[in-house]
């Protein structure tokens, strides 16, 4: 049985993971860390809370103490990290529990990754070769999509929220472990999820709840900002692939090639 932490699996799109890939790789135990902030609940992972390779612990990924412990009770062997404050509106209202949470849990979760894995920099313990380190970004740290092209790995990172600024931020430090230690990291930067178990606070379920209700469809300023959309089970079977088969120290994006204004309509 090979132990893969998960954190951030209450929320959104780790709830939607965690089931997609405890049923395809049965050889896998996951230890789902999470703090159970507003957004995320165990309501989401109803379907798996008895499942024997599955173990949930709440707590904060910035308590050094208890990632230490959870890789020594349970000899982790990899990290799916999702973990995040993740809402910009809420970034801009209170940008600091964003950096504590995106910046500084991050840099905890790698830094103990590290002593575990690996004896001196490039150098890896020999039972724990292999072991891989994914944080999970998204392409909102490469700024605004204009009216034409995708964003690439190559475009230059440019921020424009506290939120975008702080998973860029962690990007940067995922990077600096690859290369200052030769950690096995690779990132993946996906466009806006879509799909179930989303919460209420986002751009579709607050469209969806107003159209119902019949009321007017708030939109931020003229709707013409431009998103790519992709539902959270292709962004899962994205992630799996990079986990599997991606290129230590690389960067991948995952997108959906469907873009369009906030405002458009068939
Ligand atoms: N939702 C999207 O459209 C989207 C797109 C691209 C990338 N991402 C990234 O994917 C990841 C997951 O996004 P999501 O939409 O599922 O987010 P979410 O807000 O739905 O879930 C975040 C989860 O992290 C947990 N959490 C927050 N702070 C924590 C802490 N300090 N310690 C432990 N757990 C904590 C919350 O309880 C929640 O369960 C994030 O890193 C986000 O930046 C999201």
Redesign the pocket.
Known sequence: MISILI??G?????SNFIPYFLDKYPDYRIIN?????Y??SLENLKEVENHSRYRFIK????NRELVEYIFNEYDIRGMIH??????VDNSIKNPGVFVE?NVI?TYTLIDVAKNYWMERPFVYKKEYKNCRFHH????EVYGILGEVGLFTEKTPCAPNSPYSAS?AASDMIVRSYNKTYGLNTVITN????YGPKQ?DE?LIPTIIRSAIRGRSIPIYGDGKNIRDWLYVLDHSEGIDLVYHKGRAGETYNIGGENERTNIYCE
Do not use: M, Q
């Open positions: 954190t951030g209450a929320g959104f799109i780790g860390l999470d703090l159970l902030t957004a995320g707590g904060n990924i910035c999702f973990a995040a404050e993740s809402h949470t849990g999970i970004s998204t392409d998973k996906c466009s806006n999820n919460h986002k």
